[in-house]
């Protein structure tokens, strides 16, 4: 923090305004007058000029010696001014007669000063309204270097020492771009109920001046994309065993924090690498979800660009229609497979990933499917398998910039001039599989213990990319096998985020998981119901933060809920689905 004011709480007026330090500020004359009866009452009163200042008017002592008249504090109290009178009005601050003669500078000296001693903390799930003229008690952290800007910064409070926030200036009122008033109340109380050791959570709001602020947890240093183009000091600082192993518990910890969300009936929504946020200490965490996060208070200025990145990770029904064949039927565990079809595959490095149970089913033939009900936690699956086959291909030292280069491969064409080639995931499901093959193949020859996770996990990543929403696992199942994974292939004793989040049945009883790169995942589900009472992992014992998570998400009744899976809607960019050219496809070179 590059200045740290001194903000003045009731402890430290109390500590400050002794004797003494009343004693250092006046003459020797002025000091033998505390001791006297008060100048007012007619002798009713047998109290002191100090008495007077030490019970009742510390506040007032304090602002008379910042404008260098201190010894005025005893025609105050003959007037019988204390700490109750303020905050004084600047019109009335003249009553006070701090001069001889009227100073119009000191008056408005005394009138904003006062407020320097009247502050009012921000503390955790408040909403604070501020006057114009109060003090507002946070430090705000101008270090060069950080990426500042008029809506968004780092604050420290002087109440939570050792802590940081980010603060966000939301545009509140009536243009365009703004939330209403009733819609800003709105986003904080829902923001509320939202907490997690791995998601910008909300913590406080305010008014001040005519703008509205929010403050977030865990301000970012870091996003997975910055660090997909240069890696930081802090990661580069580990050894490479900790660095890998770090890498793999990152995989979980975002996927348990998608459960937590997701088993309180809600979606992230906006799940790509430049919402995937990490600090100095290394610590992993989502983006908000609310309309307050930082990229929604950036996209009021221009809905109309186009965000290529939401794009390349968004599921492939955000931007064309699913199969008819498919669009009604429920999401079940789909983590499963038999050792027959691992074992017999004739080649152990390739991968399947499910195009709907049918050769025929193709982006293209989907566009004429009927419009089904878009479901925001498979969009949020399918965005985060991404987002770990960036991770695993990172920890295999591929480049994002190759990996984009390879799913774009096939939609180069000679005479086509400078068009955007089409990088994105789901329309170029081939190529990925491809990668993952190359992945799986490099990591079958590293001795290092974490590389035996790599391919089982991207065995959970081609499930997770599917292109039919209901033929990928939730979020439980995906921690399950991850957290197994960790433990048993990359001999991590204790993952970061072991936690549980209601008392779900997964059903994944018949996964096997392969401890080499030699497996093959089907491209049709299995149909048949999952064994009753199986489970994954083991039962994991829940620490203290988990027991809290857990009685938080529970203790919700069910209409608040369904109040909650209501709101959960997909996010503005992916109205292109619905609109856009005719197939409601964006604007991208695809031959």
Not at 245 to 274: E, F, Q
């Amino acid at each position: 923090m590059s200045t740290v004011a001194m903000w003045w709480d009731p402890y430290r007026i109390e500590a400050t305004v002794t004797r003494q330090f009343v004693c250092s500020h006046l003459l020797p004359d002025e000091i033998s007058r505390l001791d006297l009866p008060l100048g007012f009452g007619d002798g009713l009163t047998d109290g002191t000029y100090w008495e007077w200042i030490d019970e009742k008017a510390k506040r007032i002592f304090l602002i008379l010696s910042d404008l260098g008249v201190p010894d005025q504090i005893f025609g105050l109290i003959d007037d019988s001014w204390d700490d109750d009178d303020l905050p004084i009005p600047l019109d009335q601050i003249e009553r006070l007669a701090l001069t001889p003669t009227r100073d119009d500078k000191l008056e408005k000296k005394f009138y904003s000063r006062q407020y320097h001693y009247l502050l009012k903390f921000l503390e955790k799930g408040e909403h604070v309204i501020y006057g114009d003229p109060e003090v507002v008690p946070l430090n705000v952290d101008k270090r060069p270097g950080l990426n500042l800007n008029n809506a968004v910064d780092r604050v420290e409070l002087p109440n939570r020492p050792g802590e940081a926030f980010s603060r966000r200036r939301i545009p509140v009122g009536p243009g365009p771009g703004f939330l209403t008033g009733e819609e800003f109340i709105y986003e904080i109380n829902r923001a509320k109920n939202i907490e997690n050791d791995h998601l910008a959570s909300f913590f406080a709001s305010y008014t001040h001046q005519g703008f509205a602020y929010v403050l977030f947890t865990l301000p970012s240093d870091f996003s997975l994309k910055s660090l997909l183009v240069n890696t930081p000091s802090s990661l580069k600082s580990l050894a490479k065993q900790d660095r890998r192993r770090l890498l793999m518990n990152w995989i979980h910890c975002l996927v348990d924090s998608l459960c937590y969300l997701h088993s309180r009936g809600l979606s992230h929504g906006n799940i790509k690498p430049s919402t995937i946020l990490f600090n100095s200490d290394n610590h992993i965490f989502y983006a908000d979800i609310s309309r307050l996060s930082v990229e929604a208070i950036a996209n009021t200025s221009d809905k109309s660009t186009f965000d290529k990145e939401s794009y390349d990770y968004a599921a492939p029904e955000q931007w064309y229609r699913p199969s008819t064949s498919h669009s009604n039927l429920h999401r079940k565990s789909t983590l499963i497979t038999s050792s027959a079809s691992a074992s017999t595959s004739s080649d152990n490095s390739s991968f399947s990933i499910s195009r709907g149970g049918s050769e025929n089913v193709t982006p293209a033939s989907m566009l004429h499917s009927p419009t089904p009900a878009l479901n925001p936690q498979a969009v949020d699956i399918f965005s985060l398998g991404c987002v770990i086959l960036e991770l695993l291909s990172f920890l295999m030292k591929r480049q994002t910039r190759n990996f984009a280069s390879h799913r774009a491969a096939k939609h180069k064409s000679a005479g086509r001039g400078g068009a955007v080639l089409d990088s994105s995931f789901h329309k170029n499901i081939g190529q990925v599989e491809s990668w993952m093959t190359g992945l799986a193949k490099e990591a079958s020859k590293k001795d290092d213990q974490v590389f035996r996770g790599v391919a089982p996990m991207l065995q959970v990543v081609a499930r997770m990319l599917s292109v039919v929403p209901h033929e990928r696992p939730t979020a439980q199942e995906v921690e399950q096998y991850t957290y197994r994974i960790l433990t048993e292939n990359c001999q991590i004793a204790e993952p970061h985020c072991v936690h549980q989040y209601g008392d779900w049945d997964f059903g994944v009883g018949n996964l096997n998981i392969g401890r080499g790169e030699g497996f093959n995942i089907s491209s049709k589900r299995h149909s048949g119901s999952a064994r009753p009472g199986s489970r994954l992992a083991p039962y994991r014992p829940l620490s203290n933060d988990s027991i809290q998570e857990r009685d938080m998400a529970s203790s919700s009744s069910n209409s608040h809920f369904m109040q909650n899976a209501r709101v959960s809607k997909v996010r503005s960019w992916q109205a292109h689905v619905y609109a856009g050219n005719n197939d409601g496809s964006p604007s991208i070179n695809s031959t």
